[in-house]
T-cell receptor, first 113, second 114 residues
Framework: GESVGLHLPTLSVQEGDNSIINCAYSNSASDYFIWYKQESGKGPQFIIDIRSNMDKRQGQRVTVLLNKTVKHLSLQIAATQPGDSAVYFCAETRAGGYQKVTFGTGTKLQVIP | DGGITQSPKYLFRKEGQNVTLSCEQNLNHDAMYWYRQDPGQGLRLIYYSQIVNDFQKGDIAEGYSVSREKKESFPLTVTSAQKNPTAFYLC?????????????FGEGSWLTVV
């Protein structure tokens, strides 16, 4: 069945280092992937997305990589800051109209000052 | 400001009581969603609506009800039939294909049974 999983439930990173959060998905039909950041007690915030016709997309301090061969998605955060501490979710869906969105459980990123 | 507004932020329910969580969006989005999040868990879909006056059950609809009388509003009622309602509830919306595929979330509502 469809599933979106994360390799590590918790990731601790020194401030200033780069963070890499990984995600595996199983639905080959998914063609749109999203990363969200969720701070404690708040709703998820959109970070960055990528379509399946791309391998890489960059935002401000963040990069998403998509490897369709192994159904793997990663979020890279450059120069991690204390404000980056949160739970990060990946999500998979299909573009266009209503499509079911499958969310991963989340990875908690802890930034060590 | 454009966005999704959920209220109340915190709500307490007594046993056997129905409560309603409000969700309003001014993004002109067609689709709206309700998710439930338990501590340390991912998001589970309760109900969704693709258009006004239409809604469909998600994965965990039992004990919940919704209505979609206006495009901007998608209230969720947690009924007494929901035996374990304590959770964080998230409302979300999504535009049509021309305006993007991303789902945007509200700030959430905490429901606690007392």
């Amino acid at each position: 069945g469809e599933s979106v999983g994360l390799h590590l439930p918790t990731l601790s990173v020194q401030e200033g280092d780069n963070s890499i959060i990984n995600c595996a998905y199983s639905n080959s039909a998914s063609d749109y992937f999203i990363w969200y950041k969720q701070e404690s007690g708040k709703g998820p915030q959109f970070i960055i997305d990528i379509r399946s016709n791309m391998d890489k997309r960059q935002g401000q301090r963040v990069t998403v990589l998509l490897n369709k061969t192994v159904k793997h998605l990663s979020l890279q955060i450059a120069a991690t800051q204390p404000g980056d501490s949160a739970v990060y979710f990946c999500a998979e869906t299909r573009a266009g109209g209503y499509q079911k969105v499958t969310f991963g459980t989340g990875t908690k990123l802890q930034v060590i000052p | 400001d454009g966005g999704i507004t959920q209220s109340p932020k915190y709500l307490f329910r007594k046993e056997g009581q129905n409560v309603t969580l409000s969700c309003e969006q001014n993004l002109n989005h067609d689709a709206m969603y309700w998710y439930r999040q338990d501590p340390g868990q991912g998001l589970r879909l309760i109900y969704y609506s693709q258009i006004v006056n239409d809604f469909q059950k998600g994965d965990i609809a039992e004990g919940y009800s919704v209505s979609r009388e206006k495009k901007e509003s998608f209230p969720l009622t947690v009924t007494s039939a929901q035996k374990n309602p304590t959770a964080f509830y998230l409302c979300a919306s999504k535009g049509n294909g021309n305006s993007g595929n991303t789902i945007y979330f509200g700030e959430g509502s905490w429901l606690t049974v007392v």
